[in-house]
């Protein structure tokens, strides 16, 4: 008789991902949409100096940021801001809404990446109806999530690599703008107070959509069961992962604005496109045009993904009806949460505009963001054995605030952006009560 074999023990991930890669993760998902497609609109609210938002934008990411680092080093598990608020609060609906919170962002973010491409972008080789470019891209981004999570990372580094290429076309455009002695130096002091609410707007309502290009750092804490020696590597590559890409976003407005004037970026959907046929280098505006959609199609297929595993997880752990869990045996794949935030998604391409989505996304991770700043103090009273990053006390206060602020009317954003968040959090709200009478009557039975 041969000796008995080992028991079995839970299975855990693989630490894979060293700090390049984690890196370069990062910087790969907060570049996209944001800054290839409503940099123009930017630029319309707050004028020459679209710079300025930008910067003030990377001043309030970090301070989230540093707030994600003390967490995720001191709870490294995949699950993100769901895990912290069920941790600090202890409100299992509340760490629902988060979580569904959060899923919506990635639809908005996804459902804006899906009507740019449909726009100047596309034009630059053919014309066709927004609209419809962005429904059929995003049931091509289904099918591809559909066939499996090995090809949509692997499209996923390919496209990084190309939307970073782009941007520093851009950039190479506004060296060559400076030695060249071109441009317009002086639109970049140039803030447009002559809209309602003057200065105090401007600033805010621009802020607040430019913060739309800085979300993605947050996914990264999912990876932290992936990661190896998360406690040291989590700081570092999110605060350089930010940096960056912070840097590159000031160079390339300040670029935009040297070039070309606000109210001409603004009227456009592909506005660094624009500054490609302004600049002096010659650079082929069709093949610039392709690097951009390929960019934006890199933000979709990354939220699409987050939504869908998203959704696949709540099923899981039965907060939502577990039929939205089911997952295809053969592509081993979560086909009824693909589907489902498919059809969201459609619905959102076909009721909103880019920048409206955009502004969606923004408000909706404001809100996250101000929870998990808020559970990071709460959390301080809850010990833990490792050693973690722990950031400054003041920091997560001022995030808060300012990402609460931001978050609020005052910023001047339409109504149609709470609206819009509204009816998807009142779909989670409808999915929640329905899971609770199903398990209520089972129990009952």
């Known amino acids: 008789m041969t000796g008995a074999a080992p028991e079995a023990g839970p299975v855990s991930l693989k630490r894979a991902i060293g700090p390049k890669l984690l890196v370069l993760f990062i910087i790969g998902d907060i570049l996209g949409t944001g800054v290839y497609a409503l940099t123009g609109t930017v630029a319309g609210q707050v004028g020459g100096a679209l710079w300025l938002p930008f910067l003030l934008g990377f001043v309030i990411a970090m301070l989230t940021a540093m707030s994600y680092v003390e967490l995720v080093t001191k709870y490294p598990k995949a699950a993100g801001a769901a895990l912290y608020t069920q941790k600090a609060f202890k409100r299992p609906f509340f760490t629902f809404m988060v979580a569904f919170t959060v899923m919506c962002s990635g639809l908005t973010s996804a459902s804006a990446a899906a009507r740019a491409i449909g726009g100047d972008y596309l034009e630059?080789?053919?014309?066709?109806?927004?609209v419809v470019v962005g429904i059929v891209f995003i049931v091509a981004?289904?099918?591809?999530?559909?066939?499996?999570?090995?090809?949509?990372?692997?499209?996923?580094?390919?496209?990084?690599?190309?939307?970073?290429?782009?941007?520093?076309?851009?950039?190479?455009?506004?060296?060559?703008?400076?030695?060249?002695?071109?441009?317009?130096?002086?639109?970049?002091?140039?803030?447009?107070?002559?809209?309602?609410?003057?200065?105090?707007?401007?600033?805010?309502?621009?802020?607040?959509?430019?913060?739309?290009?800085?979300?993605?750092?947050?996914?990264?804490?999912?990876?932290?069961?992936?990661?190896?020696?998360?406690?040291?590597?989590?700081?570092?590559?999110i605060f350089l992962g930010v940096t960056i890409t912070s840097i590159v976003y000031i160079l390339v407005a300040i670029t935009s604005s040297l070039l070309v004037r606000p109210e001409v970026l603004e009227e456009s959907s592909g506005p660094l496109l624009e500054v490609v046929k302004a600049g002096g280098l010659n650079f082929p505006p069709q093949l610039f045009a392709a690097i951009a959609i390929f960019a934006v199609a890199n933000s979709a297929l990354i939220n699409m993904m987050m939504a869908s595993r998203l959704v696949y997880g709540l099923a899981n752990e039965r907060v939502v009806p577990r039929r939205l869990g089911w997952v295809d045996p053969r592509r081993r794949t979560p086909v009824i949460g693909i589907i489902f935030t498919t059809a969201l998604a459609i619905a959102l391409i076909s009721t909103g505009e880019i920048a409206g989505l955009g502004d969606t996304t923004a408000f909706l991770l404001l809100c996250v963001f101000t929870v998990v700043n808020v559970a990071v103090l709460v959390l301080r009273k809850d010990r833990v054995e490792h050693t973690h990053y722990r950031t400054p006390t003041a920091l997560p206060v001022v995030g808060a605030v300012l990402a609460f602020i931001l978050a609020s009317p005052l910023t001047g954003r339409p109504v149609e952006v709470y609206i819009r968040a509204g009816v998807l959090l009142a779909i989670g709200l409808l999915l929640w009560l329905i899971n609770w009478l199903v398990v209520r009557r089972q129990s009952e039975s």
């Open 124 to 130: 630059a080789f053919f014309t066709l109806p927004s």
């Open 141 to 237: 981004v289904a099918a591809l999530n559909y066939r499996g999570v090995s090809e949509s990372v692997k499209t996923n580094i390919v496209f990084t690599l190309i939307e970073l290429t782009g941007l520093l076309v851009i950039i190479a455009i506004g060296v060559y703008t400076v030695f060249t002695g071109a441009g317009e130096p002086s639109r970049l002091a140039e803030i447009d107070t002559e809209q309602a609410g003057g200065l105090m707007y401007a600033l805010l309502g621009s802020t607040a959509l430019a913060f739309f290009a800085f979300v993605g750092f947050e996914d990264s804490v999912n990876m932290a069961e992936e990661t190896r020696d998360p406690a040291r590597n989590f700081p570092r590559a």
